[in-house]
């Protein structure tokens, strides 16, 4: 079984997710709950997320295999980190936040 991963910002794109995962993935929309988009610290043209209660994110979720995963991790960079979220449709997954 693979793990899934929620993305909110660029990897919605069903293009820029098959160049960085170098093959197609289909994603279905999902949402965060109690967390909200923010410009990146560092990179500030692009997203992360933080708890806000009351908040929700739009993005979606897609299955991922651990080269999947290396490949995103390259893509992010050390300026983002994985954590576990429960996302509104009950599933588990991954997501980006700030490092």
């Given at each position: 079984m693979s793990d899934l991963m929620f993305v909110y910002g660029t990897l919605v794109s069903n293009v820029m997710r098959q160049a960085v995962l170098n093959h197609p993935v289909e994603a279905q929309k999902?949402?965060?709950?109690?967390?909200?988009?923010?410009?990146?610290?560092?990179?500030?043209?692009?997203?992360?997320?933080?708890?806000?209660?009351?908040?929700?994110?739009?993005?979606?979720v897609f299955p991922v295999n651990w080269q999947d995963k290396a490949c995103l991790d390259r893509y992010e960079t050390e300026h983002y980190k994985k954590i576990k979220v429960k996302l509104e449709s009950g599933k588990v997954a991954f997501a980006y936040i700030e490092a």
């Amino acid at each position: 079984m693979s793990d899934l991963m929620f993305v909110y910002g660029t990897l919605v794109s069903n293009v820029m997710r098959q160049a960085v995962l170098n093959h197609p993935v289909e994603a279905q929309k999902d949402s965060l709950r109690n967390y909200v988009k923010t410009p990146h610290t560092y990179f500030d043209v692009y997203p992360t997320i933080k708890k806000e209660q009351g908040g929700v994110v739009d993005g979606v979720v897609f299955p991922v295999n651990w080269q999947d995963k290396a490949c995103l991790d390259r893509y992010e960079t050390e300026h983002y980190k994985k954590i576990k979220v429960k996302l509104e449709s009950g599933k588990v997954a991954f997501a980006y936040i700030e490092a």
